[in-house]
């Protein structure tokens, strides 16, 4: 049990659908990050919450909008997402930002048609 | 950018043999280095973690070592068994960048009884 949940753990949406993941820590930590794991590359860090703040944007196009209404729950918005957008999100927490070590949720299983 | 590369890419032995995993990094001006373990389809666990300044870390049958000026780590597995089966994973850290892992694509162990 890392601490970490995620939910749902599978999803299959449309192109045109709006959908959001949730994860959840229990871990007291002050730090969250999402991360995609496609196939063709290695694991991607797209954001950095430290204190319910933003502090990094991997360049991510702007059909994912993350949100962390406070330092245990952060979601990842998505809408009219492409097929390769399919890939696993993994969300991950840590004690603060500062390259403390990194605790991962099972990740969603994301399929876009 | 970080640019890290993990060898093998893929590894089948029998149990019982002692492994070296490899891990190489361009810029050696690193915060410390993550090994993580990745069961098929599920998040990532954190096996071990070595600061900048440190030469290695212990944990059980693994051991990691570091050689920052090479751009250089490896995890040593002692004593296979077919529950070490799985990905392994090595992230680098920078300090500059807070909480941003950079990661290599793995190593995907098999251990056959």
């Known amino acids: 049990e890392t601490g970490v949940t995620q939910t749902p753990r599978h999803l299959v949406m449309g192109m045109t659908n709006k959908k959001s993941l949730k994860c959840e820590q229990h871990?007291?930590?002050?730090?969250m990050y999402w991360y995609k794991q496609s196939a063709k590359k290695p694991l991607e860090l797209m954001f950095v919450?430290?204190?319910?703040?933003?502090?990094e944007n991997n360049s991510v196009p702007s059909r994912f909008s993350p949100e962390c209404p406070n330092s245990s729950h952060l979601f990842l918005h998505l809408h009219t997402l492409q097929p390769e957008d399919s890939a696993l999100y993994l969300c991950?927490?840590?004690?603060?930002?500062?390259?403390?070590?990194?605790?991962f949720g099972p990740g969603t299983r994301l399929t876009v048609l | 950018k970080q640019e890290v590369t993990q060898i093998p890419a893929a590894l089948s032995v029998p149990e019982g043999e002692n492994l070296v995993l490899n891990c190489s990094f361009t810029?050696?001006?690193?915060?410390?280095l993550q090994w993580f373990r990745q069961d098929h389809g599920k998040g990532l666990t954190s096996l071990l973690l070595?600061?900048?300044?440190?030469r290695e870390q212990t944990s059980g049958r693994l051991n990691a070592s570091l050689d920052k000026s090479s751009g250089r780590s490896t995890l040593y597995i002692a004593a296979s068994q077919p529950g070490d089966s799985a990905t392994y994973l090595c992230?680098?850290?920078?300090?500059?960048?807070?909480?941003?892992?950079?990661f290599g694509r793995g190593t995907q162990l098999t251990v056959w009884p």
């Open positions: 919450y430290n204190f319910k703040e933003q502090t």
């Open positions: 871990l007291g930590h002050n730090a």
């Open positions: 992230a680098v850290a920078r300090g500059s960048t807070l909480g941003r892992l950079y």
């Open positions: 070595i600061q900048s300044s440190q």
């Open positions: 991950a927490s840590s004690q603060d930002a500062a390259t403390d070590t990194q605790y």
């Open positions: 810029d050696s001006a690193i915060y410390n």
